[in-house]
Structure formats: structure tokens, C-alpha cells
């Protein structure tokens, strides 16, 4: 299995960006496609978007295509979360976490990384 950890998180105002980052423990992680999902107080996880192992897949919820992007670095064990344009919506707790190619199960889980946007 691989170990993941988020950072980047914060509180921001509406309009602003955030980058977060979701480094891996491991020789394996490039062995994972990576998921991003967020969960705020009282609803439940939403899934965000995913990457492929290279880098060079990505796909996304419709909440947040054409405002997030996300992208791997594969020497630092690294994916990112780049959003844009934030809304008060997007306040959550945003995880990432690692699957098999072909698998929608994710079996890693980071810890997870707080976003608050204020309006």
C-alpha cells in the first residue's frame, strides 16, 4: 500500500486559488491512479477528480471542471490539486487517495486538509 498525505490546505476569500499537494510514501505510487474527493460538515463525499498513473489522464466533476486541475510530478511522488475561482461552496475537507488502474476502489486514504473560502 502507499501512504498519502495532503497539505496546501487554508482559508482563502471567494475568487481566490489554492494549490494542494498529495505526496505518497512508497516505490509504488506510481503503480496508483490518485482521486481527489472533498466532504463538508453534513453532506456527504464528493468526489472531485482523478489522474492516471502518468500523469497524462485526467477527468473531473462537473462542480468543478474548467475551475480545478490536476496534475502529477512523478519524482516527487506528487499530485496536485490546483483550484481556481473559489467559492464559498468548495469549503471542505478535501482527501486524496489511491486506486488500482482499472479500480474505482481506493484503498489509501490521506488524512485529509481543510479549505474554508469566506465570501
Known amino acids: 500500500q502507499v501512504q498519502l498525505v495532503e497539505s496546501g490546505g487554508g482559508l482563502v476569500q471567494a475568487g481566490e486559488s489554492l494549490r494542494l499537494s498529495c505526496t505518497a510514501s512508497g516505490r509504488t505510487f506510481g503503480s496508483y491512479d490518485i482521486g481527489w474527493f472533498r466532504q463538508a460538515p453534513g453532506k456527504e463525499r464528493e468526489f472531485i477528480g482523478r489522474?492516471?498513473?502518468?500523469?497524462?489522464?485526467?477527468r473531473y466533476a462537473d462542480s468543478v471542471k474548467g475551475r480545478f486541475t490536476l496534475s502529477r510530478d512523478t519524482a516527487k511522488n506528487t499530485v496536485y490539486l490546483k483550484m481556481n475561482n473559489l467559492k464559498p461552496e468548495d469549503t471542505a475537507v478535501y482527501s486524496c487517495a489511491a486506486a488500482a488502474p482499472s479500480s474505482m476502489k481506493y484503498n489509501s486514504w490521506g488524512q485529509g486538509t481543510q479549505v474554508t473560502i469566506s465570501s
Open positions: 489522474v492516471n498513473r502518468s500523469g497524462g489522464s485526467t
